[in-house]
C-alpha cells in the first residue's frame, strides 16, 4: 500500500510525458489500469477500516480470556457443556495475512460460549445475584436446618 502513492506518481508523470508527445489513445484515459489484487486489497482495507473497533473488541477478549488461567478454565469448561469441539482461541498477529481472519472465524465458532461466560461473569458481579449465590451455597453446604433463612 505504501507504494501505491509512488506508483501513481510515475504514471501521472509518464502519462503526461506520452500525452504531451500525443502517443496515447482516447488521451490516455485507458492508460492506468490498477490490478485486481491492488484493488481487492484497497476494498478489504476499507471495510476492515469501518468494524476496526468491534475487530479491537474481539482482540482483547481473546487476549483477556488467554491471559487468565481462570478464564481459560472457565472458557474450557463451557465449551466442554455445550459439546463443541475442543478447538483454542486464536489471537490474530501483524505478520500473518489472513490471521484476523482466523481470528474471527475461531470467535465466531465460540460465539455461545462468550455469551455464557460473560451471563456468568455479571452473575456474579450484579449485587442482587450474590445474596442469591450465598442462599444457595449455604443450603448446598450446610444442611436445611442449619443454614439461616
Not at 504514471?11 to 510525458?17: A, C, H, I, L, P
Not at 484515459?29 to 489484487?37: D, M, Q
Request: aromatic content about 8%.
Amino acid at each position: 500500500m505504501e507504494n501505491a502513492f509512488y506508483n501513481d506518481a510515475v504514471v501521472t508523470m509518464s502519462k503526461d510525458s506520452l500525452s504531451f508527445h500525443k502517443k496515447l489513445p482516447l488521451n490516455g484515459k485507458l492508460f492506468h489500469v490498477r490490478c485486481c489484487a491492488h484493488i481487492l486489497s484497497l476494498l478489504v482495507h476499507d471495510g476492515h477500516s469501518k468494524i476496526e473497533d468491534v475487530i479491537d473488541n474481539v482482540r482483547e477478549s481473546v487476549k483477556h480470556i488467554k491471559a487468565s488461567t481462570v478464564h481459560l478454565t472457565m472458557f474450557s469448561d463451557i465449551v466442554k457443556q455445550i459439546q463443541l469441539p475442543n478447538k483454542r482461541l486464536i489471537l490474530d498477529c501483524c505478520t500473518r495475512w489472513n490471521a484476523t481472519y482466523v481470528m474471527l472465524s475461531c470467535v465466531l465458532e465460540f460465539k455461545d460460549v462468550f455469551r455464557r461466560l460473560l451471563i456468568y461473569i455479571t452473575a456474579i458481579l450484579d449485587p442482587k445475584n450474590k445474596m442469591e449465590l450465598i442462599d444457595f451455597s449455604f443450603r448446598v453446604i450446610y444442611s436445611k436446618k442449619k443454614a439461616p433463612r
